[in-house]
């Protein structure tokens, strides 16, 4: 950014101005700016700095032009910097970069700089930019980044510690179920086989690629490929229908798996191990609507009245949780009467500082 004398690239009042020409009268409008404002020649070189920039340097304009300003920058920000002006040069664009640059008490501030170049009948002046300090942003991205991975870390020991305690109370009740008489043995296999329901929802909720906001329709893919695999293998297909998607929070999406699985067990606990049971699920995600599911479940030939001496729990569980979630629920899964789902609508967050009107 600059020509070797202060006065470089500009002239006097009382000189010829060209409209790139900085005159006194601009140097007192940018010097009473609030904001860090410099100038280049055609090569590069600095020739102008505010008041402003003086002031955060707590340098003499003599020394920060031609490339003075330099010895300010960041060691590690140096090469980068360079780079990015030096192809916006080359292609005569404007650029924007972020870099340190000292301060006058010695500490580095953050800056976000913006430059534009200076042409006239194609001739190039140079670049005209300024910088703003953005330390504080910096710093709540740094701090918001280590809270992700905070948080991502608590999340897979919780996850880890979740898991393990299942497969410990999945192995109580095989042991309990062994030891069972034999009329209770298929409660007992039907308790363990929704404990693993339940780890495998647990599972597929801290796959997600972000556990804030799970995309729904690829959350339910996954876990129906591998409920269909839990439990009957090749005799339980899950479908995924309709249009548009939804991201849904943690506690929505839990919900839902825990229902689907549920729907699951229903239909593999009313038929025989013979019959191969087919779960519908249709999402109805319209824009500015609430996100609604129909779910239907059946097999090819008429359901058993079911496993003896298993109870159908099904609709008091999925009432459960769908009211944890505030998800809408009415339907038995039957082609004749759905099961429907409406999820709870997202509210948007409005600053208390608003007057009430305007929330």
């Known amino acids: 950014m600059g020509a070797d004398t202060p006065e470089g690239g500009f002239s006097g009042s009382g000189g010829t101005e060209t409209p790139f020409d900085l005159g006194d009268g601009f140097r007192r409008f940018a010097d009473h700016v609030p904001l860090m404002m410099w100038r280049t020649d055609d090569s590069g070189r600095s020739t102008y700095h505010n008041e402003c920039w003086l002031q955060f340097t707590g340098r003499p304009l003599a020394d920060e032009i031609g490339d003075g300003w330099r010895k300010g920058l960041h060691p590690d920000d140096f090469r980068r910097h360079a780079e990015i002006v030096e192809k916006a ?89 062994r030891a069972a008489p034999e009329a209770c043995r298929g409660s007992f296999d039907a308790l363990g086989q929704r404990v693993r329901a339940i780890a495998l929802v647990q599972q597929h909720l801290h796959e997600a690629p972000h556990i804030a906001s799970i995309d729904l329709r690829d959350y339910l893919h996954r876990l129906a490929s591998g409920l269909g695999q839990l439990r009957r293998a ?25 229902i689907v699985a549920e729907i699951v067990a229903e239909c593999l606990d009313a038929t025989s191990d013979t019959v191969t049971c087919g779960i519908a699920i249709r999402i109805d995600a319209g824009v500015g609507a609430p996100v609604r599911l129909a779910i239907v479940s059946g097999s090819g030939e008429a359901a058993a009245a079911g496993r003896e001496g298993v109870p159908k729990l099904g609709p008091r569980l999925i009432a459960a949780y769908a009211a944890q979630a505030e998800i ?8 004749a009467d759905p099961l429907l789902l409406q999820l709870p609508e997202v509210r948007a967050y409005v600053p208390p500082s608003l007057p009430p009107g305007l929330r």
């Open 234 to 258: 090749g005799r339980i297909g899950v479908t995924i229908e309709g249009d548009g998607t939804s991201l849904v929070e943690p506690r929505t999406a839990n919900a839902l798996g825990m």
């Open 328 to 335: 809408a629920v009415s339907g038995t899964a039957t082609a």
């Open 89 to 177: 040069f080359e292609s005569r664009l404007p650029f924007t970069v972020e870099f340190r640059l000292r301060r006058h008490d010695g500490a580095y501030r953050w800056l976000l700089d913006t430059g534009r170049p200076l042409e006239e009948n194609g001739v190039f002046h140079g670049y005209l930019g300024s910088c703003f300090d953005i330390t504080d942003r910096k710093n709540a991205e740094e701090h918001a980044e280590r809270a992700l991975v905070e948080k991502e870390t608590l999340l897979a020991e919780i996850y880890h510690r979740v898991r393990n305690n299942l497969q410990v109370m999945v192995s109580l009740i095989g042991l309990y179920g």
